[in-house]
């Protein structure tokens, strides 16, 4: 009977798919990967960008917020790098960062390893790359009317009209680089059904035994010391190591005309 095979054909098919699922469960471990420091950068500096984006595009009185919120993803980029050398195993550059031959064997599907895919460490380079000359450019530009990044006075005014154009052409390659940031985690997530997104909300992540190695490292002297060199980056943003600006002349030394 067709109908009663089928049943039997679907019932042996369930027995398989749980075995599989028990066999695959069994040969996975749940590890920490992506640590809070990590997780706090990432979803602070995807706030930030939106709100720079916000700010920027809209000008006028929000140009004195652009401002600041640049200074603060410059200190979050600056705390980043610091913690690519200081933090737990999966946020060092030195763990992601891979040679061309590790990703050609990732696209031939011959790579296994857990923490950012040698593609994905490509694309986070070059977020953090595109971010970082549009924070620094940013220091250095003006509007025109009467907003003047706060390293404006390090530069000429015709340098600082060419950073200018660069910081606003800049914003296509940024943004055309976090849809495509968002489109691959969508992809991986839903079709490839490999979970990206909550690793980076609550930093666990199940993986196979064999490529199970927790993250290590990134102790509170650690987090101290990035913050640290985070704190001193937007100082010196800030103009910190500029000369005071001269003293008002004084009363009356102003004609009244
Ligand atoms: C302005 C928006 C965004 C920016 C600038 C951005 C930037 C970045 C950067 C720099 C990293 C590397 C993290 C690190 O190693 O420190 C990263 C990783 C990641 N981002 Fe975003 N992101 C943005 C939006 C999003 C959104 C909306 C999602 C979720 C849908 C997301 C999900 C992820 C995930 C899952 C990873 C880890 C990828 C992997 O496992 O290799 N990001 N992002």
Redesign the pocket.
């Known amino acids: 009977m067709p109908a009663a095979s089928a049943g039997v054909k679907i019932e042996g098919r369930h027995e398989i798919d749980s075995h599989d699922k028990g066999v695959h469960a069994l040969n996975e471990r749940r590890i920490l990967?992506?640590d809070l420091p990590?997780r706090l950068?990432?979803?602070l500096?995807?706030?930030?960008?939106?709100a720079a984006?916000v700010t920027g595009l809209q000008g006028g009185n929000l140009m004195v917020w652009h401002g600041r919120i640049g200074l603060l993803i410059l200190g979050l980029l600056a705390f980043?790098l610091a913690?690519?050398v200081l933090g737990s195993t999966?946020?060092r550059f030195a763990e992601?960062v891979r040679g061309p031959g590790a990703v050609l064997a990732y696209i031939r599907g011959r790579w296994q390893g857990s923490?950012?895919?040698p593609l994905?460490?490509l694309?986070?380079l070059a977020?953090?790359a595109l971010?970082l000359f549009q924070s620094i450019s940013g220091l250095m530009s003006n509007d025109d009317i009467a907003f003047r990044g706060p390293l404006f006075a390090v530069v000429s005014k015709s340098t600082s009209d060419w950073l200018t154009g660069l910081h606003r052409e800049n914003i296509w390659l940024?943004g055309g680089?976090?849809a495509l940031?968002?489109c691959?985690?969508?992809f991986?997530?839903f079709l490839r059904k490999d979970d990206?997104?909550l690793?980076?909300i609550h930093g666990h992540k199940r993986v196979s035994r064999a490529a199970a190695t927790p993250a290590t490292g990134g102790g509170w002297l650690a987090f101290l010391a990035a913050l640290a060199v985070a704190f001193a980056a937007v100082w010196i943003a800030d103009g910190g190591l500029l000369p005071p600006p001269p003293p008002p002349p004084p009363p009356g030394s102003i004609p009244t005309w």
Not at 45 to 50: D, F, I, P, R
């Open positions: 990967i992506w990590t950068f990432h979803w500096l995807a706030s930030l960008v939106a984006f980043r913690w690519g999966y946020a992601f923490g950012h895919s994905a460490a694309s986070v977020l953090l971010l940024i680089l976090v940031h968002i691959a985690v969508v991986y997530t990206l997104i690793p980076m």
